[in-house]
């Protein structure tokens, strides 16, 4: 028999969703509140990346919906009363009331001289970055007092001033007023930051060692297991006060959508798989040189912005970028160089990405001449930049760096899983709903194949014999390849995988 019971509760519980107004009015209702996207993640739960990617399109689903559609209806009535009263006043010389001025919280992304610093309330305390006492707002990511009288960075006057006919005492750093102080800066890869930046990733680290009593294992596991939503916290912070605004849940053409549930796309990533087929006659020692942090690496490549447009015709615009379909060229040289288009059966047109298209233009070119240039019959673009992530990556080197000489295990293991993760969760995953951008996934891995490329024509051009070439991180060579790499475990550098004999003496 039908259970009826079941059906009423599943009638009882079943509702349509809620109706959202479109994104573009959801990003002007919060803007006209003057509130920042970190604050409205924070108040929904959520990060300022999946507030952007709402403002941009895509929808929330769930008990979040309903939250944010209500803050929505909200933000309409308030900004709707607001109008009616500067509307309706009678006098328009006397001073607005607060409710007039939209009732903005103190905190709501503006400083006390009309600034527009993000502002955010630390769910705990934090040490001010300029008295280091407990602070409970930050600023720009930074903590810090927002009241002057709260911080103790400038000392009393009192303790400045010497006594009557006395020699004024020099003023040491300490009871300088922060104003009057340098800015203390570290080197961080390139460029210098204030030294009191946070460090997230340390942060991170630390408090799972304490919380699990300094077992390592046990840290480490942890810390593994929330790498994607770190990795973003960190993308987060390293986009403030970035240049360009991201779209990151954009619409995607269907060669970006896979076929089936277990199917894929239609983007080759040109992943090399190349064994040379002949050796000269005698007995060869091979060497297999494992490519540190190849994902890493990659993350420096050229990343499209927006969402993306279509286009048609063999042309390529340097400053755009995304996927193309290509007739690739010839390749001549497979008895001792991997195709730079990866190990492919198929002849025809296939759908490459930027990374790869950049290497067979440039390896096309005057300089190399190599192979004829490729034949681009359409693609799908937006602006792009090459240092979009680069804040991002510096981080993780640096973090990499120093967990390297502090022999901290626990550190390079979660830094490895969290730009590892990053990159294999930002297309079409469960895993990560931040950041939903194939074409970047597809564009960083084909990165770390083109650099693999040009560690083979490198070793090719120097001297030495290339044997094998196989994924993003591992290159058998024959000759004294030290002369060529740098041998050790930063990213700049190679490490010996395994050593092996091939033929006869």
Not at 300 to 325: F, M, V, W
Not at 463 to 472: D, E, H, I, S, W
């Amino acid at each position: 028999m039908t259970d009826f019971g079941a059906i009423d509760a599943l009638l009882a519980g079943a509702r349509k969703e809620v109706p959202l107004p479109s994104a573009e009015e959801r990003r002007t209702l919060r803007e006209e509140l003057n509130l920042s996207r970190a604050q409205l993640a924070q108040a929904l739960g959520v990060s300022p990346s999946t507030v952007g990617g709402w403002e941009s399109g895509r929808d929330p689903s769930g008990e979040v919906r309903e939250k944010y559609a209500y803050f929505l209806e909200g933000a309409r009535t308030k900004l709707a009363a607001g109008a009616a009263e500067e509307a309706s006043a009678e006098d328009p010389s006397l001073p607005e009331s607060a409710d007039s001025q939209g009732d903005a919280p103190a905190d709501a992304g503006q400083t006390q001289d009309g600034g527009d610093d993000d502002v955010d309330v630390l769910a705990a305390p934090q040490p001010c970055v300029l008295c280091g006492e407990p602070a409970r707002h930050q600023v720009a990511g930074f903590p810090q007092h927002l009241d002057p009288a709260e911080c103790g960075s400038a000392a009393p006057v009192e303790a400045n001033e010497s006594a009557e006919g006395a020699e004024p005492a020099e003023k040491t750093e300490a009871a300088q007023p922060q104003s009057e102080r340098g800015v203390r800066v570290v080197p961080v890869g390139r460029r210098l930051q204030t030294a009191d930046s946070p460090d997230l990733i340390g942060t991170a680290v630390a408090s799972a060692l304490a919380e699990h009593s300094g077992d390592v294992e046990s840290a480490t596991d942890a810390l593994v297991k929330r790498a994607i939503p770190d990795a973003m916290a960190l993308l987060d912070h390293s986009r403030m006060g970035g240049r360009y605004d991201v779209v990151a849940h954009p619409w995607m053409p269907d060669v970006l959508r896979k076929q089936s549930s277990r199917g894929a796309d239609q983007i080759w990533e040109a992943r090399p798989k190349w064994s040379r087929s002949e050796l000269p006659a005698g007995k060869h020692e091979i060497t297999a040189l494992d490519v540190n942090g190849a994902y890493l690496s990659a993350l420096k490549t050229h990343l499209p912005l927006g969402q993306l447009e279509h286009s048609s015709g063999n042309h390529h615009d340097r400053r755009r970028a995304g996927i193309h379909l290509i007739t690739p060229p010839d390749w001549e040289h497979d008895a001792y160089l991997p195709n730079p288009i990866g190990s492919r059966d198929e002849p025809g047109p296939l759908w490459v990405t930027e990374s790869t298209l950049r290497l067979l233009l440039r390896i096309s070119g005057p300089k190399y001449g190599l192979c004829d240039p490729p034949e681009i019959h359409e693609s799908w673009t937006s602006g792009a930049t090459e240092g979009l992530l680069e804040k991002f990556r510096i981080a993780l080197k640096d973090a990499r760096d120093r967990a390297i000489a502090d022999n901290d295990d626990v550190t390079l293991e979660y830094v490895k899983a969290m730009y590892s993760k990053f990159v294999s969760t930002m297309g079409e995953s469960n895993y990560n709903r931040e950041l939903y951008r194939t074409d970047w996934m597809h564009l960083i891995r084909s990165q770390a194949f083109a650099n693999l490329w040009w560690k083979a024509h490198r070793a090719y051009d120097e001297g030495l014999m290339v044997v094998r070439a196989m994924g993003t991180d591992e290159l058998h060579v024959i000759g004294d390849w030290r002369a060529v790499f740098a041998e050790g475990r930063g990213v700049t550098e190679v490490k010996v995988k395994d050593v092996y004999t091939v033929g006869a003496g």
